[in-house]
């Protein structure tokens, strides 16, 4: 099981060379494509499956795949597949398979999270480490560039005017910010395509296999790319966006300087990225990242800030804020005068208290306002024999449930009539 499509067809592609001749048989499945080829490789049984975890649990629900003889059970890029997003379909899938099984987890990094929880999985689990965990390829020389974020776009273009620079994979944060960089790449001149999780299949698979012919010199790409996917002599990774998961720079640089080659990985850094540079120099190294300042966008102050000693922004502004609150409680069980608990607070008490004590001394307000109203309404002249002499309405609730002659018309409540009464000499208009 992978956590990505790309990595499911390109282990797929590694098993047909390496079977080729044997007599294993091994199918694929994986979303965002039909499944009605996948069903039909599947028939008579597979000696090898890789899936994604959704389209699997689908085929599953359907019926069309038993996983109740599995004898070996591998998740690649575990730390990911263990994550939050795929844990409760890992469980699922767990659950359909015997529990006499081989498990292998596999994986570059392992954050503690995802180390206790594979534990759970486990029984008794042996831990092989073929390098240090979370190290990165002495061959990929690792590069920092200090930049305000309005000069980044800027900062790209000139370096993508290396003619050195064939084949280039650049990592963004956001899906809008690689399309965004694609069409402004292309604008300038540049051959580049964009990969992303809003893209089809079909779209992203030919995107990728593009940049692996090298028919395209950049490809932009979020962190789906960042994890498993193999390109031939690739030799530039950039970090448009730092990531905010140190292991995940780990996995990005680790797409150049592959199979003994070397490759050079290039960071953008503006002012709030700067932890994340933190974070991330504390995982592989602080010595190994060299700073590039001989270039036309350096930000110093950023530098400044990513070098500094001791802690993060973050630490040391919570500890301002703390011994603020320290001081602001030890005034006011002092009585300082900046407390409003203290001698302010106390002052402002004695004044209510005078104010209170004068208010209460005015005559009552309300008894006078009774007064006044009783004795307004003494004065309030009697209704007018006019108004007393009033007729009453024409139509009653009795009279309206039967028609009515009205000079030449007939009045129903139910229709319109416009009928005149002779006796007042005035038209009027009944409605419903």
């Known amino acids: 099981m992978t956590p990505t499509r790309e990595l499911a067809g390109q282990i797929s592609d590694n098993i047909r060379a390496y079977s080729r001749f044997t007599n294993l048989r091994h199918a694929v499945v994986y979303g965002g494509v039909s499944q009605v080829n996948q069903i039909r490789a599947m028939r008579g049984g597979v000696d090898i499956l890789v899936a994604t975890p959704g389209r699997l649990l689908d085929l599953m629900d359907q019926g069309y795949i038993r996983l109740s003889n599995i004898e070996i059970l591998v998740l690649d890029e575990a730390d990911r597949m263990l994550d939050m997003g795929f844990i409760h379909d890992i469980k699922k899938i767990i659950s359909a398979i015997p529990q006499e099984r081989q498990t292998l987890f596999f994986s570059a990094t392992m954050a503690p999270a995802a180390k206790e929880l594979a534990s759970s999985i486990l029984r008794a689990p042996k831990y092989i480490a073929v390098a240090p965990e979370s190290s990165t390829v002495d061959t990929v020389e690792q590069k920092i560039y200090f930049v305000e974020k309005d000069d980044k776009r800027q900062l790209l273009l000139n370096l993508l005017e290396d003619p050195k620079m064939d084949s280039v994979l650049v990592f963004v944060r956001t899906k809008y910010g690689a399309d965004k960089m694609a069409k402004t790449l292309q604008k300038n001149g540049v051959q580049c395509d964009a990969i992303h999780g809003d893209k089809s299949q079909n779209a992203r698979q030919k995107a990728l296999d593009a940049f692996k012919a090298h028919k395209t010199r ?57 932890p994340y540079f933190r974070d991330i120099r504390k995982l592989v190294g602080k010595d190994i990242i060299e700073m590039v300042s001989e270039q036309p966008f350096h930000c110093e102050n950023s530098a400044e800030a990513a070098f500094a000693a001791g802690r993060t922004q973050g630490s040391s502004a919570k500890k301002d804020s703390k011994s603020k609150n320290q001081r602001s409680s030890r005034n006011q069980r002092s009585g300082s005068p900046r407390s409003k608990n203290g001698g302010e607070r106390r002052t402002e008490r004695a004044e209510n208290k005078d ?19 009783r004795s307004e309404k003494a004065e309030r002249p009697q209704r007018s024999e006019k108004a007393e002499q009033r007729p009453e309405k024409r139509f009653s609730k009795e009279s309206s449930a039967a ?14 009539y416009s009928a005149s009464d002779a006796e007042q000499g005035k038209k009027r208009t009944f409605r419903k």
């Open 218 to 274: 950049v490809l932009i790409a979020t962190d789906i790319a960042a994890r498993g996917i193999d390109v031939d002599r690739l030799s530039y990774v950039i970090n448009y966006d730092l990531p905010n998961q140190a292991e995940d720079y780990v996995h990005r640089i680790g797409r150049t300087g592959r199979a003994g080659r070397e490759g050079i990985s290039i960071s953008f850094c503006d002012s709030t990225e700067v």
């Open 355 to 373: 104010f209170k004590a004068k208010r209460s001394e005015r005559p009552e307000r309300s008894e006078n306002k009774e007064r006044s109203q």
């Open 403 to 416: 028609p009515k002659k009205i000079g030449a018309k007939v009045f129903n409540g139910n229709k319109r």
